[in-house]
């Protein structure tokens, strides 16, 4: 039954297109997140970052929370010293092009979280 040519395809993570699965949405991260700038842990990472000089081209505004509680939206963060303590390990790239999406840091908490696209 397991080599039968006429049976359906595969179902489950085999039958997911490769775009679906390597997308990163940054409009659901919030909580603890922990900033990897070691080019050698950049595969235990969540995702890959680019921060953004300007505001006006980021993907998201984060608000660094100083208090862990307080960052439960999109776009606050509570920034860990620890790898082990954190929710999300992102990876800081330098080149914009290898990067999943692009933050930029805000002063006011009301701005935090994704751009209306």
Known sequence: MALN????GPRGPLAVPAAVVG???PCRLYGSVYLEHD?????GCFAVVYLEPEEAFADLLVYPETNKLF???????????GRNFADYALF???????????????KVRNYAGCRKR
């Open 71 to 81: 960052a439960d939206q999109a776009g606050l963060w509570y920034l860990t010293e």
């Open 92 to 106: 800081v790239t330098h080149n914009r092009n290898l990067a999943d999406f692009s933050f930029q840091y805000t």
């Open 39 to 43: 080019p050698r842990r950049r595969s």
């Open 5 to 8: 040519p006429f049976a359906a």
């Open 23 to 25: 997308s990163v949405d």
